[in-house]
């Protein structure tokens, strides 16, 4: 069979649901040369026969079908109990965006509208079954963590019925396990680490806690990512280095120790360790690889720490590791969903979510909101032209003089082709179009390879702006309205910023 670069590693399934037999030829056809198994369902209403049959990795799913439209098709899908996660891709000849919406809610992972490039049909599928492999290991790691629960469950039966002194501490040990997993099995990163340390400061009477955790850049550096009793800000520069002897120690030993109980090998690391006032050392393991460490301060009533504390603390660790390993893959997954693959800007999807969340505040607070649609001019002859690496690279570089040229609070999204979108919470009109000017011109003055192939000499964009509440007073409206002035800004003459607000007063003297 003919190899090709996007051929997957290994043999995905892709079911296609589709009432035109043309349609599954050319699809199966297209995806059978890139090793995809490919079935076929002609008649939607046997969608759900076809899947548990078949257990398909995706589903490429029209949207108009005589039976049973795709939506409902969807519905249907998602009500099953799965073994793992199923994308399913909308294909659809209907370009209003309502139906596009309806799609995506009805729990549609993506669309692609007809007729489309079979390279962008490959890409979204590729991007799919990314998402897959990514929610898949991350149910692995839950139940991972979920087995570590039941293990400890285990532990603390057999240690009741050993000895019936221990009833006390027991008792303990499993209000702190039941208290730690409600914590830990959050997916948020930050508040799962700022609430584990808070916990376990109230559960080990410890006047401080660190938490270090292998840089996710350079897995040779450990810093610092979160601290309770500490109020010097100095704290976040600590760094500690997988070359240390200390790691190796720890590697062999696999459990918590105190400070003070290590030998003079560790001579280098121990003093910054003390100066800080860390007396207890707990690593975090996933598998046999250190992924960080949990450091106590002094106990908070000036003893000794327990060893059944110590236990506690080193079970503790173990939870939080495969938390903490799940919360990060859980960022991971949300960023790639929200995230285009060609620009590294935000998405569509990420756009609609926030020009919503921002007309709740604006509305809230009282404050203006503006939009700008930016358009690339002639892109169409570019790419045709020079190709689509260079089209992309052109893409890239507009993208990258968006990000520069806005505040952190702004949001800057790939609206769709070679066009963006700007969301300026807080900036009226005169803002807005002072903004958009700059961007005009800094992209007019950027080198574009081979841009004197372009109409006008050189490679240029138009912008649309619309600003709440003057010119709109809905999330929808407000992209209509700046729509129209980048379609007006693009009739008349391309290369230049147009306020719907311009468009509105010209009718009117007219």
Do not use: W
């Not at 198994?37 to 990795?57: G, T, W």
């Not at 173990?318 to 620009?343: H, P």
């Amino acid at each position: 069979m003919e190899m090709h670069e996007n051929t997957p590693v290994q043999p995905y399934k892709i079911l296609i649901v589709d009432d035109e037999l043309p349609v599954h030829k050319l699809l199966s056809a297209y995806l059978k040369k890139y090793c995809f198994v490919v079935d076929s369902c002609l008649n939607s209403q046997q969608i759900v026969e076809r899947i548990q049959a078949f257990q398909p990795d995706l589903v490429l799913l029209d949207l108009m079908m005589p039976e049973l439209d795709g939506i409902s098709a969807t519905r249907r899908v998602r009500n099953l109990d799965l073994a793992s996660y199923l994308p399913i891709i909308m294909l659809t000849a209907k370009k209003e965006t309502r139906d596009m919406v309806i799609a995506l809610e009805a729990g549609a992972d993506d669309y692609i509208t007809k007729p489309f490039e079979f390279d962008e049909l490959m890409a979204r599928i590729n991007n799919m079954l990314r998402l897959k492999k990514l929610q898949d290991r991350l149910v692995h790691k839950t139940e991972e963590l979920n087995e570590a629960n039941q293990q400890i469950s285990r532990l603390n039966h057999v240690l009741v019925q050993t000895n019936k002194q221990l009833q006390k501490k027991l008792y303990d040990f499993h209000r702190l396990f039941d208290m730690s997993y409600r914590v830990m099995s959050q997916l948020q990163f930050q508040g799962l680490v700022s609430q584990s340390l808070s916990n376990i400061l109230v559960t080990f009477s410890a006047r401080s806690a660190v938490l270090l955790l292998v840089n996710k850049d350079d897995s040779d550096i450990f810093e610092v990512v979160e601290y309770k009793g500490y109020h010097n800000d100095a704290l976040r520069k600590f760094r500690l280095y997988r070359h240390d002897k200390l790691f190796h120690y720890l590697e062999l030993a696999r459990k918590v120790f105190k400070i003070q109980e290590v030998g003079g090998e560790f001579r280098e690391i121990i003093p910054a360790m003390k100066s800080l006032e860390l007396e207890v050392i707990s690593p975090l393991f996933r598998e046999d690889d250190i992924i960080g460490m949990l450091c106590l301060g002094p106990n908070a009533k000036d003893e000794e720490y327990a060893e059944d504390s110590l236990e506690a603390l080193g079970i503790l660790s173990n939870m939080l590791a495969v938390a903490v390993n799940n919360a990060r893959t859980f960022e991971q997954i949300k960023a790639l969903s929200y995230t285009d693959g060609m620009t590294g800007l935000h998405n569509y999807r990420f756009f609609r979510m926030r020009i919503k969340e921002e007309f709740a505040r604006t509305r809230r607070e009282n404050t203006p909101v503006s939009l700008l649609i930016l358009d690339v001019d002639y892109f169409k002859n570019y790419n045709d032209t020079l190709g689509h690496p260079a089209g992309d690279e052109v893409l890239r570089k507009v993208s990258a003089i968006l990000k520069k040229s806005v505040r952190d609070n702004d949001v800057v999204a790939r609206y769709g082709g070679e066009e963006f979108a700007v969301i300026l919470p807080g900036t009226e009109k005169i803002g807005a179009h002072t903004l958009a000017e700059r961007i005009r011109i800094k992209v007019e003055n950027t080198a574009f390879f081979r841009q004197e192939i372009q109409p006008n000499g050189k490679l240029t964009i138009s912008i649309g702006i619309a600003t709440f509440p003057e010119d709109a007073l809905t999330e929808e409206d407000l992209i209509l309205h700046a729509d129209k002035a980048l379609y007006h800004a693009k009739r008349t003459g391309r290369n230049k910023v147009v306020d719907v607000a311009e468009i509105h007063e010209t009718v009117d003297s007219v």
